[in-house]
């Protein structure tokens, strides 16, 4: 079935019938696939009625629709579920880059785990000998520290790390703001014979340990060391003597800062303003525990260190 027209020349143009075009399609994409398109481009069609069939792999035919500009409109094979995208990739990515951040956490929180006792104090408050006690289960000879001395130590708890900090006034610095950070807790050792001479150093540098904010938190022994020797303080004396002059000692620094820099806001004040220092008006724990490294009396210090 055709369909005839005449053309402004004189001509007469047969236009082929839709059914017949896609009859001969079919017989030329059986026998001859090559030739089809180039038949198909030099039939004289309306492009309305045009409908041009491709061949595939299973030799079934799929039909593309001409709009009248002549641009082919999206194959129904490739109208398939819109919107739909393999997210098997994108969740991947996610899983790795959470495995990646949480193995960083668990590496840096392992490597910033607490687990070392700070041994501090004066020089000769029995520092070194109370750390060989510990340690090594013996009394060993000492002498005035210049660098820390590193110990594992072994509780019912856990293990435990102490560190001898050197008492040396150049020194103690220095090495504690180095192990600060990885402390659990603080043993302050004091002499107690000669407590009450060098009351006003001692007051300072303990003012200076439980000021400072890693410390903040973190349960601290005042040990009252050589009551084996017979003009030792007892730790009952020591403790008043030591909340006295931190008393003082917090009113000297305060003015100190106020008339350096008025608005600081970096200075820990001890205690309650409104009252004299106290161990009790603190955050962390503070207890006194009297003992001697030489004897050795060292049972208190032992049951401390099993409680961490």
């Not at 019938?17 to 079919?26: D, F, Y």
């Not at 003082?248 to 001890?270: C, F, G, I, N």
């Not at 503070?286 to 210090?301: H, T």
């Amino acid at each position: 079935r055709t369909s005839a027209a005449l053309s402004p020349c004189g001509r007469v143009n047969f236009f082929p019938s839709q059914k017949l075009v896609r009859r001969l399609c079919s017989i030329f994409s059986e026998h001859l696939p090559r030739g089809l398109r180039a038949c198909v481009d030099h039939l004289p069609l309306e492009p309305d009625n045009f409908g041009t069939v491709i061949p595939h792999k299973s030799h079934g035919m799929e039909k593309i629709n001409r709009n009248p500009g002549g641009k082919p409109s999206v194959p129904p094979m490739a109208a398939g579920p819109a919107g739909k995208l393999d997210m098997t990739p994108i969740w991947l990515a996610v899983i790795v880059v959470f495995v990646t951040i949480m193995l960083l956490w668990v590496w840096k929180r392992k490597r910033s785990a607490r687990t070392d006792v700070l041994l501090t104090g004066l020089c000769d408050s029995g520092k070194t000998l109370l750390f060989s006690q510990l340690v090594l289960g013996e009394e060993k000879e000492s002498f005035t520290s210049i660098k820390e001395n590193l110990g594992v130590l072994q509780t019912t708890s856990g293990e435990l790390r102490l560190v001898d900090i050197p008492g040396h006034e150049r020194l103690r610095g220095k090495f504690f703001d180095q192990y600060k950070n990885l402390a659990k807790a603080v043993i302050f050792v004091v002499d107690s014979v000669t407590v009450q001479k060098e009351i006003r150093d001692v007051a300072d540098f303990l003012y200076t340990i439980l000021a400072d904010k890693a410390i903040a938190n973190l349960p601290v022994v005042i040990l009252c060391n050589k009551q084996d020797e017979t003009l030792a303080k007892g730790d009952g004396v020591i403790k008043s003597l030591l909340e006295k002059e931190i008393n003082l000692v917090r009113q000297t620094r305060t003015s100190q800062l106020e008339s350096v820099d008025p608005q600081s806001t970096d200075a820990v004040y001890l205690g309650r303003p409104d009252k004299d220092f106290e161990f009790g008006q603190l955050s962390q724990k503070v207890q006194l525990v009297a003992c001697s490294a030489k004897e050795p009396q060292i049972d208190d210090v032992v049951a401390f260190l099993d409680s961490l």
